[in-house]
């Protein structure tokens, strides 16, 4: 709809300055007798702005070529990307004050099953350590503490990879669009020189190669624009889930000191000849 609109707007304006510089040209030439030249509309729009043709997806990809395909593409999953790491790189989806204090809770009362289960109704990266770390310690009743503390590590590691993994594509992005920018202007200018060198310009062999390189040029420059705001915001992204795996290392020490402690309890009670709740066995 915007476009239409200025569509509207634009083509009569240009309609009626062709036709007052027509018959302005027309009452000038007989009282001078020179001839006038008049240059195109298009031509005068072009030297106030080189990219007014290249503003429209049409305009964008008669000049960029086949290149501009990818490069669409491109921008595309970049703007998915940064959304997407928007709604899903937050606190809530890897550590969660609610979570943390229903498992201290649950921790501290020796109800591994019913932390088990809080942690199947989670989709918060420490609760699927929690569950990882209990389905370990239930389903192997003799294993020390520290064997369980080993597979709380290693899933850890994984959450952490993980989610360094997901924003390493926007990284990707910012790296391969330049790339695909400079190999379209490449290839342009390829082409340019050859169409140049096969025939013969004569004096216009300057303004062809001009509007060709120029007309080249615009794939790094979409490229560019593509890569740039996705390697800030793979930056910003980088930042935000350093600080969240900071977090979640400090929730699962936090949570593997709890369990250190029923073990021991657990440990003097049978020592003792007594059961983890203090009664005699």
């Not at 195109?40 to 501009?68: H, K, Q, S």
């Not at 169409?195 to 190669?209: F, P, R």
């Not at 996705?230 to 350093?242: E, P, Q, T």
């Amino acid at each position: 709809m915007p476009r239409k609109l200025l569509s509207a707007l634009v083509l009569p304006a240009i309609l009626c300055f062709w036709s007052g510089a027509g018959l302005q040209a027309q009452n000038a030439a007989p009282a001078s007798g020179e001839t006038v030249t008049l240059a195109a509309p298009a031509a005068a729009v072009d030297e106030e702005n080189p990219f007014a043709g290249a503003l429209t997806l049409d305009g964008f990809i008669e000049r960029t070529g086949a290149m501009a395909y990818p490069l669409i593409i491109l921008s595309i999953i970049t703007a998915f990307l940064i959304v997407l790491f928007a709604l899903t790189v937050r606190q809530g989806t890897v550590v969660s004050d609610a979570f943390m204090n229903s498992a201290d809770a649950l921790i501290r009362k020796q109800d591994y099953l019913g932390l088990l289960a809080v942690c199947n109704r989670r989709n918060e990266c420490i609760a699927r350590i929690t569950a990882k770390t209990l389905d370990f310690a239930t389903r192997n009743p003799t294993a020390s503490f520290e064997e369980v503390k080993e597979v709380t590590e290693a899933e850890g590691n994984r959450q952490s990879s993980l989610l360094l993994a997901r924003i390493a594509y926007l990284g990707d992005v910012g790296a391969v669009a330049p790339m695909l920018g400079l190999l379209g202007t490449t290839l342009g200018m390829i082409t340019t020189f050859h169409a140049i060198s096969a025939k013969d310009y004569g004096g216009s062999s300057q303004l062809g190669l001009a509007q060709g390189v120029s007309e080249a040029l615009l794939c790094t420059a979409s490229g560019l624009a593509i890569g740039i705001p996705a390697l800030i915001f793979y930056a910003i992204f980088r930042g935000k889930v350093n600080r969240l795996i900071s977090e979640m290392e400090a929730a699962t020490t936090h949570l593997m000191a709890l369990l250190a402690v029923q073990y021991k309890r657990a440990a003097r009670a049978v020592a003792s000849g007594r059961g983890p709740d203090g009664q005699p066995m």
